[in-house]
């Protein structure tokens, strides 16, 4: 109990007589650290005699707790009387500009994006939101792909726990989730969202990715009504200039189908790399909605008819500023999102 009387008594003093911030986290780590007096002397209530053991431990702890306060008060004093002589010390000139605040930017895809909501806005469409993640059914069943379906593996999906239950392929689902909540009325929308696919990463390919779906529903819509869409949105998107071309395809979901693609600049040195050498790259898969949708979006096949497409808003900026590497989106380096 002497022992514990003497620390008390010198480090208490010692405490006193520290100046300034560095000397008292000195006297902290000497009494406090790792193998500091304080703990050093807790660690030998073992050996103290048993009747004495108790009041020996309470002393302890009593000590420890009385230094440490007296350390945090000392401390903050400390802290403030620095403060204090460095407002009365130091000069501060208020007529220095200010250091500038850096200004975030919108990621390229995200300005992308809004190009495409702006342009469709002009052209009656609205923006509808739909779900990340889907139900096997709605997915795939719904839109002319039942079970066991071989256009399935034209999307490598990420499946979730939950059976039935995945993360969405592309934004098509949202067509059935519009035209369940607006049927009978025509519809005139565009889908925007993430889509998820297992795929292999390379220049031209992601896991996830941005996708905008379009939808319009109603009675007397053609294929002339489709190639007129989506020509002016390409001309509006890219320029007058730019070359645009129409081929057939296949999708389950539309019939008859067709991709759209644009030309890639011929002078940029990766361009036969990115478009396999055909001088196209594909922007837009599209076509008539197929009869079965219709029908289970609720519109009578006899009646209604309409027009899909989707695009990759990555693929399109890519265009609209030669990038050459879709990676480049999502690795996050500032270097590339600066230039935005």
Known sequence: MSDLSELESRASAELAASADEGALRAWNTKYFGKDGEIPTALKRVGSVPPDERKSYGQNANRIKEALSTAYNAALSSAKERALEQSLATEKLDVSLPGRPTPRGRLHPSTRTLRLIYSIFADMGFQVYRSRDVEDDETNFGLLNMPLHHPARDMWDTFHTTTPGVLLRTHTSPGQIHVMRELCPSPIRVILPGMCYRYEQITPRSEIMFHQVEGLAV???????????????????????????????????????????????PKEDPNADRLTKGTGWLEIMGAGMVHPTVLRNGGYNPAEFSGFAFGMGPERITMLRHAIDDIRQFWANDLRFLRQF
Do not use: C, H, N
Not at 230 to 251: K, M
Not at 252 to 259: A, C
């Open 218 to 264: 109603g009675r007397g819509i053609s294929m002339t009504d489709l190639k007129g869409t989506v020509i002016a949105f390409a001309r509006r998107l890219f320029g007058e200039e730019r070359q645009i071309r129409i081929r057939s395809s296949y999708f389950p979901f539309t019939e008859p189908s067709i991709e759209v693609d644009i030309d890639w």
